[in-house]
């Protein structure tokens, strides 16, 4: 059954108009997706096809592209019987390496599909994308196609190929066919349930939504609410607790952030071997992932900020606004809706702090962010941390500046409003909203935000329920170079003499593997690490606490006296 979208103003309305002026529809891209028999142990293949009307591509630029490798993969996922047809007819593929176009395209591996002629008229690619589970090796963006179950999902850009550079607007025709899944199994996307056509819009929206398919296993506060939640397989934790917390929480942010309806958005749930108890953000929605161990409580802060990404999200503005106000806001929205404690919001603002505090590269501009991000942790929580320590420095100026009256959310829900106006974010909008409330001083603390400087707010920043003390923290330390976890083969390299690492065992040249987020680690100071090191053909456990010198670090109390109806009272 073919279900039209209501949210068409969200994702463009626009028509092609004759010559003669009238108003014609735009063409349909039309999306097939075939799903077969598979488990999580063999695997299993998805076919797919795309058909793309009133393409012209010149020989030897991109017709189709489909993205096969995400960052921390032991190896990029597999596409096969590649296949494309044009006008003309079949339609010979070549492959390129750099800017040189070569023959050796050969049998379909390869996510980037060109030909040595021109490509035109109704263009169709079909091809079989033979899943597994490819090996984690490190923090990564959960994205990939994964199989849970006895089915699968994954982002977009990594299941459906489309054009890379069409800017047109096209209406999309989504079919599943599931029928060799066997009965009950349902193919479900960021933009609904089953068949889908989708309004007028960009292609590229798919590479943002989330699929999912198989016998599916759901949650909704009622039906037809604007929350849900879906998985695949067993989830180590209660779900439907878990999701009905998120949906109230969804609710409350709608309102906070002025919706005049509440938008619709919708839980992915999938399993992760490596950093589980995160996620990504994407249309409407969100994947979180789980193992043993992440449990209903534990993903609460996650949850939160990730639903935050539906209203702030400014990419335009670089990562210490989207993560920095996310962070921000992930712990303290729940606590201002009564869904989670003042303690609890407390131990959140304090291993943020405590992360930011103890980092030894918490001094690196912002520049440098963005090409180290992969390669080390220390540097890919900057923008999280630095950036939620920023939005508390600027809120306690601008509720100051304004006896109470003003916040950081002002500024957050303008942004917003502009946004939903059509109009563009910048930098420079920021800039300007800033100055407007605490005049130079704006630019001064951005500035040093984004050279590196340190981000402290006053005592009473976080409301007057808390104050500012300082504490001696372990920083987080490997105890060996933290280029032994890069690549497919781990070994340690630069074990430190006297480190937790060494004293637990650990010798240089073991190799290893290991299955904890490092980004979470580094955040709480309890938190043990286990390596999985491989000697003489057995694999040993080695347990540690990754923890080096103690460090000068800010964290905040509760403030002895201030009543609980009192504590919020400074932070709205």
């Known amino acids: ?24 529809p735009s063409p349909h891209a039309t ?13 299993g293949p998805v076919d797919v096809s795309v058909t793309v009307p009133d393409l012209d591509v010149p020989a030897g630029r991109s017709i189709f592209r489909i993205g096969l490798q995400v960052p921390g993969m032991a190896h990029a996922q597999a596409v096969t019987e590649v296949r494309i047809t044009d006008d003309e007819g079949a339609v010979p593929l070549i492959a390129a390496k750099g800017s040189e176009v070569t023959e050796d395209w050969g049998s ?22 033979p899943l597994e589970n490819i090996e984690i090796l490190s923090g990564a963006p959960p994205i990939m196609m994964r199989i849970d179950g006895d089915g699968f999902s994954g982002q977009g850009s ?7 550079t069409l800017q047109r607007a096209y209406r999309i025709r989504l079919h599943w066919d599931l029928k060799a899944m066997g009965a009950g199994a349902e193919g479900v996307s960021s933009y609904g349930d089953g068949d889908l056509d989708l309004p007028p819009g960009p292609l590229s929206r798919l590479d943002d939504a989330v699929f999912m398919a198989g016998r599916l296993k759901r949650y909704s506060p009622k039906p ?7 998985w695949l397989g067993e989830p180590t934790f209660d779900p439907i607790a878990a999701m009905a917390w998120t949906a109230k929480m969804h ?3 709608s309102r906070h952030f002025k919706d005049t309806s509440e938008p619709p958005y919708r839980v992915f749930l999938r399993y992760n071997p490596m950093n589980a108890g995160g996620g990504a953000a994407l249309t409407h929605s969100f994947i979180f992932t789980y193992k043993p161990g992440v449990t209903g409580e534990s993903i609460k802060a996650i949850l939160g900020h990730e639903m935050t990404h539906t209203w702030t999200a400014e990419q335009s503005l670089g990562k210490w606004y989207d993560e920095g106000d996310a962070v921000y806001y992930q712990a303290l929205l729940p606590w201002r809706a009564g869904l989670i404690s003042t303690d609890a919001y407390l131990k959140d603002v304090n291993e943020t702090a405590s992360r930011y505090y103890t980092n030894p590269e918490k001094g690196a501009p912002d520049a440098e962010i963005t090409p180290r991000f992969w390669a080390e942790t220390f540097i890919r929580v900057l923008p999280y941390d630095r950036g939620s320590l920023y939005f508390a420095v600027l809120n306690g ?13 002002d500024l957050v829900q303008t942004l917003i409003d502009r946004r939903k106006a059509g109009l563009h ?15 130079e001083d704006a630019i001064t603390v951005h500035r040093s935000m984004l050279a590196g400087g340190l981000m402290l707010p006053e005592s009473g920043d976080y409301g007057p329920c808390f104050h500012r003390v300082v504490k001696q923290i372990r920083r987080f330390d490997l105890g060996f170079d933290n280029s032994s976890v890069l690549g497919p083969v781990k070994i340690i390299k630069g074990l430190k003499p006297g480190s937790e690492a060494e004293k637990a065992g650990i010798r240089e040249g073991d190799r290893f593997t290991y299955g904890a987020s490092l980004d979470a680690t580094q955040g709480d100071v309890t938190r043990t690490l286990t390596l999985n090191v491989v000697r003489d053909g057995k694999t040993v456990p080695i347990s540690y606490l990754p923890r080096g010198e103690a460090v000068d670090a800010y964290q905040w109390e509760r403030t002895p006296g201030v009543p609980e109806a009192a504590c919020k009272g400074g932070v709205k």
């Open 1 to 24: 059954m073919i279900k039209a979208l209501a949210a068409a103003a969200l994702l463009g309305g626009a028509v092609l108009v004759s010559a003669a002026g009238a108003v014609a």
């Open 108 to 129: 379909g591996n390869g996510g980037d599909w060109r030909s040595s002629r021109r490509v035109h008229g109704t263009v169709t690619a079909r091809y079989r994308l």
């Open 158 to 164: 990594g299941l459906i190929a489309l054009p890379p």
């Open 251 to 253: 609710a409350w942010m």
């Open 31 to 43: 999306v097939v997706v075939t799903g077969h028999p598979m488990t999580e142990a063999a695997g």
């Open 224 to 230: 037809g609410a604007a929350f849900s939640a879906v």
């Open 397 to 409: 100026k601008i509720r100051r500046a304004s006896g109470g009256k003003r916040s950081i959310d």
């Open 425 to 439: 974010n910048t930098e420079a909008t920021w800039l300007e909203l800033l100055k407007k409330e605490i005049g």
